[in-house]
């Protein structure tokens, strides 16, 4: 157990769809990381934040959109959800910017 | 451009051991990573190298040459339980890894 936890573990939604999801990092962490890996692919990283500031961004659609509260833990806001969108989701966090990531257990998401 | 290479699938036998390369070209260099990661799982970290040589930590020891932009996870005593991707990530600046696809190792008896 890394200690960040993400919920929901699964999710089944349908195209078109909007779904929120959710880590709160290891504590102490400030720093919290997005990634998306679809089956049998690599990880893909989508973006980071540190201390509530968006610090780096990856390969993530407009469709897509994060953020960070006060209290460290960060919402991923997926908006018209595409077939293509069906992925594991990640979220890795770290003490400070450059540190270790330590990831959560993932949520799968589905879209039917 | 910034890039991983790493094999895409090894096997070994229960017992042995194996050695797992990554090779890397990234705009600097702050860090090699190493993760394993089982199916549908998350990836757990296993080590860290910044500087050249080996650092060993159990059964598991990994491999830096920073000049030659090379690295290597070295298992021994291979259990079935190792089965799993391995992945090398590098930290070229100190905000952003970049990642390997990953080596999936296969096990057998």
């Known amino acids: 157990d890394s200690g960040v936890t993400q919920t929901p573990k699964h999710l089944i939604t349908a195209t078109g769809q909007r779904v929120t999801l959710r880590c709160s990092p290891r504590s102490g962490d400030l720093s919290v990381y997005w990634y998306q890996q679809s089956l049998d692919q690599g990880l893909q990283f989508l973006i980071q934040?540190?201390?509530?500031?968006?610090?780096a961004k990856g390969n993530i659609l407009e469709r897509f959109s994060a953020q960070q509260f006060p209290d460290l833990h960060s919402e991923l806001n997926l908006s018209s959800l595409e077939l293509g969108d069906s992925a594991l989701y990640f979220c890795a966090s770290s003490p400070q910017i450059a540190d270790t990531q330590y990831f959560g257990p993932g949520t799968r998401l589905t879209v039917l | 451009g910034q890039n991983i290479d790493q094999p895409t699938e090894m096997t070994a036998t229960e017992g042995a051991i194996v050695q797992i390369n990554c090779t890397y070209q990234t705009s600097g260099f702050n860090g090699l990573f190493w993760y394993q990661q089982h199916a549908g799982e998350a990836p757990t970290f296993l080590s860290y190298n910044v500087l050249d040589g080996l650092e060993e930590k159990g059964r598991f020891s990994s491999f830096l040459s920073r000049s030659k932009g090379y690295s290597y996870l070295l298992l021994k005593e291979l259990q079935m339980k190792d089965s799993a991707s391995y992945l090398c990530?590098?930290?070229?600046?100190?905000?952003?890894?970049?990642w390997g696809a990953g080596t999936k190792l296969i096990i057998k008896p």
């Open positions: 990530a590098v930290r070229p600046s100190n905000y952003q890894l970049i």
């Open positions: 934040y540190y201390n509530g500031e968006e610090r």
